[in-house]
């Protein structure tokens, strides 16, 4: 079943139309049938009350002498009222007295008077009213009339009905001619609506035919559709512009991945080439540490024999000048070593171990004694100097501090060296203190570079190259060097170790289990 | 049978340094000289230049260098290693270099001795001096298999 509301718009506006009619015809003739038979009714009533009082009066003489025949030709009177059925009188005694009847009736009158009273009975009007004279009561008429009611109810639906369809007709033929007027703008509008939507085509217009409100709707309606067009466009360029941002973010990512790529492949290549250049420093340094000895130990060696194989040929010059060159022989065996060995640091792995410097400190020392035995130098080396790195390292950093430190107080009366540690927040640094000669700050900054020298090598000897790997070897445990100085009165090199608080203590309880 | 000493060294210098260093210490036992690791198999298997030295006695003491021509004093130990009729002989690797890796494979090879070949002549003659006394005077060679 449809429902009203998919009713189509004529359908509904039909619908209305006739509804109204129909409605506004029942109403109108409801009302004036139902005042039509109020009033029949009432009329008809008042009609026949009136006809039994003249009756009565006129039946009164008749009554009083008893003359029914009288009475009879009082009641044939009727006979000029159709309506009337039947009538009759009754007697003060309640007896029929004198009867009326209308050719077609053939029904019996009432034995008995009833009491004074109206009644329809089997679409008649039933009457009965006393004669009274002076205020005696002489007898009783009585009436029977058609009640037409029900004839006239049937003759007005029948008229009705006629009215109805006569009207409906009317007003469907207007209705007809007239909803074109209505119905014709809006379905326009309802097709180009369907036709936009199927063909989403924003640019198609609807016509106005009117200036009434489906007027003000068709100028909305077009309204609506220049916003969507224009909103559509708007759309449409931004969603070209969306796709052109993205088409470039695309590209972008690949440019990315092929830059990244190629990082890769340069890492790639830099990294086998570092390898390269790694293998080719070691070979270098194996072969400087084979080759470049060899020649020397010729020199060296040759020398000797000259001076040992002919002693008588050499002139003391001559003997000089060869001392000179072993002395620079021995002295460029010397820079080999050490450069060697600053290779060598920078390449084995580094080992990590609870370490005392304190007890290699003291060691240290104690080699440079035995070497020099005349040497009177006060060494103070502090205890508890607890440190995590490289053992064999670490005894190169100390080697070469207090070896320093040892050589550039060879000239002072009292030499002093202090080797100690110094707490700050945690963190542990490490000092080896002379007295000896120290240096001018303003060159603090070249001390730790290769074969940089800030004394002459006639008053101390030595590669440079010592505190080059003493740097080397503290960076490489991520730690920090640095000194103080002043010329004439001492020198104070400081470095710390990657150490806090926490490691101390466990680098004390690994020192003891492994010293346990 | 007086012990003899075999000299590996292609360096003809440290050769005549060494031959030097050994006369002025007195020391009489014959030495050959192999100039490199090659002749140096050759003359201990009595092969190539050195074919009908057979059945002449072993060396008391090899003296190797290890950075050689051709074969490299790692391979020459690891040849004589292998063999049963070398597998005692005592070899000193003298050499230049202090290399802990050296050191290391030398003596993973069966190196008896591993002396770095100083600079400084006085100690380098010092050093050879007191490897020629030391094996040829006071070492017992193994027992003939």
């Given at each position: 079943?449809?429902?009203?509301?998919?009713?189509?718009?004529?359908?509904?506006?039909?619908?209305?139309?006739?509804?109204?009619?129909?409605?506004?015809?029942?109403?109108?003739?409801?009302?004036?049938?139902?005042?039509?038979?109020?009033?029949?009714?009432?009329?008809?009533?008042?009609?026949?009350?009136?006809?039994?009082?003249?009756?009565?009066?006129?039946?009164?003489?008749?009554?009083?002498?008893?003359?029914?025949?009288?009475?009879?030709?009082?009641?044939?009177?009727?006979?000029?009222?159709?309506?009337?059925?039947?009538?009759?009188?009754?007697?003060?005694?309640?007896?029929?007295?004198?009867?009326?009847?209308?050719?077609?009736?053939?029904?019996?009158?009432?034995?008995?008077?009833?009491?004074?009273?109206?009644?329809?009975?089997?679409?008649?009007?039933?009457?009965?009213?006393?004669?009274?004279?002076?205020?005696?009561?002489?007898?009783?008429?009585?009436?029977?009339?058609?009640?037409?009611?029900?004839?006239?109810?049937?003759?007005?639906?029948?008229?009705?009905?006629?009215?109805?369809?006569?009207?409906?007709?009317?007003?469907?033929?207007?209705?007809?001619?007239?909803?074109?007027?209505?119905?014709?703008?809006?379905?326009?509008?309802?097709?180009?609506?369907?036709?936009?939507?199927?063909?989403?085509?924003?640019?198609?217009?609807?016509?106005?035919?009117?200036?009434?409100?489906?007027?003000t709707l068709v100028d909305s309606f077009n309204d609506m559709l220049a916003e969507i067009d224009r909103r559509t466009?708007?759309?449409?360029?931004?969603?070209?512009?969306?796709?052109?941002?993205?088409?470039?973010?695309?590209?972008?990512?690949?440019?990315?991945?092929?830059?990244?790529?190629?990082?890769?492949?340069?890492?790639?290549?830099?990294?086998?080439?570092?390898?390269?250049?790694?293998?080719?420093?070691?070979?270098?340094?194996?072969?400087?540490?084979?080759?470049?000895?060899?020649?020397?130990?010729?020199?060296?060696?040759?020398?000797?024999?000259?001076?040992?194989?002919?002693?008588?040929?050499?002139?003391?010059?001559a003997r000089r000048y060869l001392d000179r060159m072993r002395t620079a022989t021995k002295h460029m065996g010397q820079l080999i070593e050490g450069l060697l060995n600053l290779a060598r640091v920078s390449r084995r792995p580094l080992e990590r171990r609870p370490v005392d410097l304190g007890q290699i400190a003291r060691q240290v020392v104690g080699d440079l004694q035995q070497r020099e035995p005349d040497r009177a130098v006060e060494v103070s080396v502090w205890d508890g100097m607890l440190a995590e790195g490289d053992p064999q390292l670490l005894h190169a950093v100390l080697e070469n501090l207090v070896a320093n430190a040892w050589k550039f107080t060879a000239r002072k009366d009292k030499a002093r060296v202090e080797i100690g540690s110094l707490k700050d927040q945690g963190r542990t640094t490490f000092f080896v203190r002379d007295n000896g000669a120290g240096f001018d700050m303003t060159y603090a900054d070249k001390l730790f570079g290769a074969f940089q020298r800030l004394h002459a090598a006639s008053d101390y000897s030595g590669t440079g190259i010592g505190l080059a790997t003493v740097q080397r070897i503290v960076h490489r445990h991520g730690g920090r060097i640095w000194a103080e100085a002043e010329v004439g009165k001492g020198a104070v090199f400081y470095f710390t170790l990657v150490f806090d608080g926490e490691q101390a203590a466990r680098i004390s309880q690994d020192f003891k289990e492994t010293q346990g | 049978m007086e012990k003899t000493i075999l000299l590996v060294e292609d360096n003809p210098d440290d050769e005549e340094l060494t031959l030097r260093a050994l006369r002025k210490a007195n020391i009489v036992n014959e030495v050959f000289v192999a100039r490199d690791g090659q002749e140096a198999l050759d003359f201990m298997f009595c092969t190539g230049k050195h074919a009908g030295r057979e059945g002449q006695a072993i060396p008391g003491v090899i003296l190797l260098d290890l950075k050689l021509p051709k074969l490299n004093g790692i391979d020459v130990l690891n040849r004589l290693r292998s063999d049963p009729r070398t597998k005692l002989v005592p070899v000193v690797v003298l050499t230049s270099s202090s290399e802990d890796e050296d050191m290391l494979?030398?003596?993973?090879?069966?190196?008896?001795?591993?002396?770095?070949k100083p600079v400084e002549f006085p100690a380098f003659a010092a050093a050879v001096t007191q490897l020629g006394i030391y094996w040829m005077l006071l070492n017992e060679s193994p027992p003939k298999g």
């Open positions: 079943m449809k429902s009203l509301g998919s009713l189509s718009l004529r359908h509904k506006l039909f619908g209305v139309v006739l509804l109204t009619t129909l409605v506004a015809l029942i109403v109108a003739l409801g009302s004036m049938v139902g005042y039509d038979l109020r009033s029949y009714h009432r009329n008809l009533l008042s009609d026949m009350t009136t006809q039994a009082v003249l009756l009565g009066r006129t039946t009164v003489t008749a009554l009083a002498f008893d003359d029914p025949k009288v009475a009879t030709e009082n009641l044939s009177v009727l006979r000029f009222r159709p309506a009337v059925n039947s009538a009759a009188l009754y007697n003060a005694r309640g007896a029929l007295f004198a009867t009326y009847a209308r050719k077609d009736e053939q029904r019996a009158f009432p034995k008995l008077p009833e009491v004074d009273g109206l009644r329809i009975e089997d679409r008649d009007l039933i009457l009965f009213r006393r004669i009274v004279n002076d205020g005696e009561i002489l007898g009783t008429v009585y009436l029977r009339a058609d009640y037409e009611l029900f004839d006239r109810v049937r003759d007005y639906l029948e008229i009705s009905a006629g009215v109805l369809v006569a009207a409906l007709g009317v007003a469907l033929i207007l209705a007809l001619r007239m909803q074109r007027f209505v119905t014709r703008p809006v379905l326009a509008i309802a097709e180009i609506a369907r036709d936009v939507v199927s063909k989403r085509d924003y640019s198609r217009r609807a016509t106005k035919l009117s200036s009434d409100e489906v007027g466009g708007e759309l449409e360029a931004s969603n070209a512009k969306l796709a052109r941002e993205i088409e470039e973010r695309t590209r972008a990512e690949h440019e990315v991945l092929r830059l990244n790529a190629e990082l890769e492949d340069r890492v790639r290549e830099r990294t086998a080439q570092l390898e390269t250049a790694n293998r080719e420093l070691e070979a270098f340094s194996y072969s400087v540490s084979h080759d470049l000895r060899a020649p020397l130990r010729s020199i060296d060696g040759f020398g000797q024999a000259l001076v040992d194989d002919f002693p008588e040929h050499l002139p003391e010059e | 494979r030398s003596y993973q090879s069966g190196a008896n001795s591993y002396v770095r």
